[in-house]
């Protein structure tokens, strides 16, 4: 009978459970409130932020975060795309000098940070300017471990000499004061036309200097801004936030920020007009990588109202790639929006490694050359985004991408088309024998989608009679472990992505420019005196047809030399519930478009 | 040997075990583990930035500097900041644990429980109907992968294209007013506790079925059948109670390895802030404060459990201690 008896328990716990109440979805987020009429929206990410202090957010999920505590100078417009700066903790945009190296910039006055003890009694102080000198000075601090000072590195006059004079932050710094309480000057060495854009980072967060001294190293964990949400916990995988009560007003202007009724309409975005965002009470992010998990918990009604379409989620949802067309069923239960991403994959050569780049052997040097080429041409990007991106992606030449308003339209396709022909002949011309090819390394971080982009490859380069035992796998643990190799120069080739920081091409530009090879961005260690010129020359110009052409210039540079296979823009499938008015975006606004969501 | 001497042994043979297991794992956490450096470092570092990160992690301090200063940490218990999350550690740590142990404790009670008295049945039927089929079902469950049995237990009992019962994921045990709900707490445990016991079952079950069936066929279970005792008095007085020291160390050293490691599956798959998650976490980002202290947490906790190991054994059979 015991037997029995203890498999009855069980059932009578199953059935206990099966019949408790189900957590509402609005009660949850209210623990301990007592509140359960309070708007509770639930948003999910697929990756976890690491440190939540604005210094050290250099993931997107980081930043989602930071952008919703702290204040910014300036954002993005919430709707206009291509993306538009506005101001966001500043007045206005900033007044810039004529020769371009001043910016003078006036911030908002009343503005008051999170509640904290470390205020003196325990509340909010108001935002001055000072504040954002220290928020900037700590990038620069050795002991802060921050990833963001390559912004402003060589670019604010002073910000060095004071890193080097000990980072004492009682010290002034010739290129970054505060004029009075609500004013800021920057003093540029050089003009740094991208400057407003990196003000719209979090990197640039503003931050309050007594909190940050009075937790330590605990302030990545218990952030205290001033913006429109104070985060309440931070459990491994969620985010819990309340809004911000004294958030400054500011009456929600669709048509000012964007406002299509042809993309926008049926959206409700409309009806949120004249009233101050957050519109929300409570906010919840869902850190959640597994996919089946998200999906699940997204379609159950209550556990999270937003995801984006997980890759093995994609046949389920998508009804017809050209013209994309989702399900009726997923049309009629969500609301939907695709965004191609403001960044993209590619795979590169290192310059510097013999097998495919630069020898010192003119002669070796120009088959290199003609072994890379060959090597793009015999990639076949069309199959590559059916097979792994479902035909969403946007392939294009070179490395500006659609995104950004430098792209062009015109620049030839010959790079992102498949010549398995050319490809033998080029190979034959520079005089390679088939059985004289170099071993190939396929140099990337491990993962199922990577290893069958790497046989993909692999078949791909069987096309032009690469020897297929010579294309090796090298897979790396973790993504930290194959950086490690990419910045130690030990991947001839690798595969990898790139997010654009601002839209401006100059963000992608920048990969190839020589003094920014490894550690720094440009993985390739490509070396071209000649675009180095450019990218100095273009980099302190203003935006103009001018610095267009020569950004132009410097992608066919790099098409020219194949330096790399590139690229395709991802483009993702957003997917909300029909009772949450918004317009998601993962890109530029980094989160921005959180404090404008409201849930009927 | 006395009890003191009993319960100091395990400490005594217990320094040289947690020398080794954590010089072991600190050596390859330090050669083979992740450098939290480069992605630390941004976008765009200079070599000179690099360096200073490098500097700020120690990771340009010798070995045995670093372990050294590993080991103070383990005695003082002060693992300081975590690399990547910025919370101290053991606060990290004091929150994970509580909420480990809610999450399986009743999977791991439930498993070892159902799983004596499946084992007790088949040896009682030993190589009869009933024996088969539980051994053939205890095989299917140690043949499934956790992962599979996860993912289609979520789906059958919590997703709307299942049954729909329970949360898909998260941990929300407390109610609207705060306090501990019942209610909400099984519904959270519920699917995790099923797949923990599916999963368990059948490793458990054989286990205890061998040493079942190895004690019902000593001489004195054979005496007391000769002699009309009931099935009840010879299982549960006679047959269970003999074979209690393999049950109880299998039990005991079950503990530190599920409740401080944690069951990172389960957690990572339903969003549970336990210590599995942080573990995989930390596993995944390299970072090595909190890798130390898991790694140290778990080895005195099986140097404490061989310690009461010996202590529980030598009050069930007093012939050890009389040795």
Redesign the interface.
Known sequence: M??IK??CC?AL??F???C????ASN??A?????Q?NLKTYKHSEDG?P????PV?A?SSYAGLVVLNVFDTLYSYQYLKRPYQLKPNLALDLPQVSEDGLTYTISIKPGVRFHDHVAFEGGQGREVVAEDFVYSIKRSFD??S??????LW?GKIKGLTEWKEAGADYDAPVEGLQPINEHTIQITLAQPYPQLTYTLAMPFSAIVPREVVTHLG?????QPIGSGPFVLQRF????AYFNKNESFRQEPFDPAAEGYDPEIHAGLGIESLAGQSPPFIDRLEI?F???S??RW??F???D?IQYTTVPKDKQNTVILKQAPLTLHPQITENYHHRYGTETGFIYSGFNMEDPTFGITGNLEQDEKNKALRCAIRKAHDWRQKNKAFYFGLGTVFPGIIPPSVPEFDHHTSQDSITTDIAGAKALLEQSGWQLDELPVFEYHVNASVQNRQNFAQLRAFLGKIGYPLHKIEYHPY?????F??AV?NRETPFFFMGWTL?YPDAESAL?LLYGP?QT???NHFNYQNPEYDALYRQASIMQPSNERTAIYRQMNQMVIDDCVLISGLSRNKIHLWHKNVVTYPDRQMLGGGHLRYVDVN | MSKWKLAFKPILTGIPLLLGVTWVSFLLMVYFG???S??????????E??Q??RH??GYDQGFWHRYLAYLKELVTFDFG?SM?????VTSMISN?LPTTFYTLL?GFL?GH??SL??A??AARHQGRFIDKVIMTGSVIGMSISFLVVI?AF??MF????GL?????????I?????QWSW??Y??Y??VPT?AILFVTLGYNTRFYRAILVDEQDKEHIMTAQAYGHSTFNIYGKHLLKNALIPLMTRFLFSIPLVFISGALLIE????I??MG??TY?AI???DQPILKAVIALTAVGLVLMMMFSDLINSWVDPRLRDS
């Open positions: 015991r037997p203890v498999l069980l716990f199953l206990l459970a099966a408790g109440e189900q957590p009660t949850t209210s623990q301990g409130k007592g359960s976890i690491a440190s939540l202090d050290k250099s050795p002991k471990n921050a990833s963001g000072a390559w590195q190293p605990s302030f990545g964990a459990d491994a995988d969620v869902h959640i990588r597994e089946s998990s699940n918990a379609t159950k009604g556990d643990p973790s993504f930290g472990a950086y490690r910045q920081d920048q920014n550690p720094g961005a | 992740p450098d939290l480069y992605t630390m470092a941004g976008k765009n570092p200079s070599t930035q690099l200073l990160i700020n992690l900041h990547y999350k910025d919370q101290k994970a009743p439930l429980v159902i008295v499946l007790m049945l993912v979520q789906l919590s997703s709307v294209h729909d019962w329970f949360p898909v994921r998260g941990w929300r407390h109610g609207v007013d705060g209610s909400l099984l519904q445990v519920a099923m990572s798959h339903f969003g802030p336990g998650q942080l976490d995944m980002a390299g």
